[in-house]
């Protein structure tokens, strides 16, 4: 069974940089999954904000930014703001039409 | 606008099905692949399945066999049938909608970008 693991929880002071990072039980998370991330504020829809591992959706902020660290596919906030304390969560595309989620990081902002 | 609102959830005993639904507007539901997501109750979010364009349907392993992905074109409306529900089923169910990568290797890569509000389904005695 496939894994997908986040830290858990992340806080960052205002004006801070937070990397959360989205990893695979199976091996190394590369380009060929596809990761994508989205926030969630509590009783929410999701919102997508990259995809295609460093692509913003539409009006997402620059301060957001997807990457892949190692082997790990990565959200970086950089300047991160008060209406950025949601949680954050990795999807990865497995192929043969499955995605999955990680299981979320909570992000504290002081 | 863009819109998606699904309907369709409720409390239902275990073993019982329900059907919920997904009604789009501002996009054609079968021109798109479309998602169903869902959350249980102060859990993360699950991915549970997608039906494409044309036709294809792919689900998570925690619901194949029990649940059915369809849509009907002429109500623009997405459906996720679900049966022998299980306590573990409670959840926040989202519809979204799927941005394609055509260049990915097929199975083509599909992301979520357009998200409803979700409807609640809650499985207990």
């Known amino acids: 069974q496939t894994v997908v693991t986040q830290e858990p929880s992340f806080s960052v002071f205002p004006g801070g940089t937070v990397t959360i990072t989205c990893d695979l039980s199976s091996g190394s998370v590369s380009t060929s999954y596809y990761p994508s991330w989205y926030q969630q504020t509590p009783g929410q829809a999701p919102r997508t904000l990259i995809y295609n591992t460093n692509i913003r959706s539409s009006g997402v902020p620059a301060r957001f930014s997807g990457s892949i660290l190692g082997n790990k596919a990565a959200l970086t906030i950089t300047g991160a703001q008060a209406d950025d304390e949601s949680d954050y969560y990795c999807?990865?595309?497995?192929?043969?039409?499955?995605?999955?989620f990680g299981g979320g990081t909570k992000l504290t902002v002081l | 606008e863009v819109q998606l609102v699904e309907t369709g959830g409720g409390l239902i005993q275990p073993g019982g099905s329900l059907r919920l639904s997904c009604a789009a507007s501002?996009?054609?539901?079968?021109?798109?692949?479309m998602s169903w997501v869902r959350q249980a109750p102060g859990k993360g979010l699950e991915w549970v399945s997608v039906i494409y364009s044309g036709g294809d349907t792919y689900y998570a392993d925690s619901v194949k066999g029990r649940f059915l992905i369809s849509r009907d074109i002429s109500k623009n409306t997405l459906f996720l049938q679900v049966t022998n529900l299980r306590a573990e089923d409670t959840a926040v169910y989202y519809c979204?909608?799927?941005?394609?990568?055509?260049?990915?290797?097929?199975?083509?890569?599909?992301?979520?970008?357009?998200w409803g509000k979700g409807t609640t389904v809650t499985v207990s005695s």
């Open positions: 979204a909608r799927d941005q394609v990568d055509t260049g990915s290797p097929w199975p083509w890569y599909h992301y979520m970008d357009v």
């Open positions: 999807v990865l595309y497995m192929g043969s039409g499955i995605s999955v």
């Open positions: 501002g996009f054609a539901v079968g021109s798109n692949y």
